[in-house]
């Protein structure tokens, strides 16, 4: 079965829409793309237009920046996932994910199940 970003079939009030066409293309979703901690592992799929979008499955290295320039770190660990408190335990980054690497504290800005790298902001100690 696929998965469709098209209205759904009922209204906010529980009647139902009329259908008036059949599902398109365009309307084609996909399932998440939930990057874990471990060795580098990128996938690649054709999207619409011929074009590829590449995202990544694992991934151990981060690029932190520390308010001066970036550098690769180790992530050890996911600390904190805003995006849902169980993938802590499941150690899935995400957008706004807090991580534990070799600098210290960050937090990820950029969003690996779309972007294929992990970019992150160095956390300051208080």
């Given at each position: 079965m696929s998965i469709s970003q098209y209205r759904p079939k009922r209204k906010v009030?529980?009647?139902?829409?009329?259908?008036f066409?059949?599902?398109r293309?365009?309307?084609?979703?996909s399932e998440a793309n939930n990057t874990r901690v471990g060795g580098l592992k990128k996938k690649s799929i054709r999207v619409l237009g011929g074009n590829r979008k590449s995202f990544l499955l694992t991934s151990d290295i981060a690029n932190v920046f520390d308010g001066k320039k970036y550098s690769k770190s180790k992530i050890k660990a996911v600390l904190e996932n805003s995006a849902n408190r169980h993938f802590v335990r499941r150690n899935i980054i995400t957008k706004g994910a807090i991580i534990d690497t070799e600098l210290g504290k960050a937090k990820v800005v950029s969003r690996p199940g779309q972007e294929s790298v992990i970019n992150a902001v160095l956390l300051k100690k208080e």
């Open positions: 009030t529980g009647g139902i829409y009329i259908n066409r059949k599902k293309k365009f309307e084609l979703g």
